[in-house]
């Protein structure tokens, strides 16, 4: 009988997450004993808004951050 894995992601980084490495880990794992199958939902799809240049930006220290790149990034946002 084969076993259905829910995987849930709700990582706004799709690049780069600690998370996501660490299920990617898990279910290589769980697929050497048996294999699995995987359904995977992730919530972050569908927000527009925010977005890996939005999480960078705001672990910028604020020394560092240039108004001109803020000032882009926030005239892309929709209305």
């Given amino acids: 009988m084969t ?12 690049n780069g997450s600690y998370s996501r490495k660490l299920v990617d880990s898990l279910i290589t794992q769980l697929n050497k004993k048996d ?12 927000v527009p808004f925010i977005n890996e240049q939005w999480i960078a930006a705001n672990f910028t220290p604020l020394t560092n951050a ?3 790149n803020m000032l882009n ?7």
């Fill in 35 to 46: 294999q699995h199958t995987t359904k995977t939902r992730d919530l972050t799809d569908g």
């Fill in 73 to 79: 990034y926030y005239n892309q946002m929709p209305s």
């Fill in 66 to 68: 240039h108004p001109h």
């Fill in 3 to 14: 076993k259905t894995i829910l995987r849930v992601d709700a990582s706004m980084r799709k």
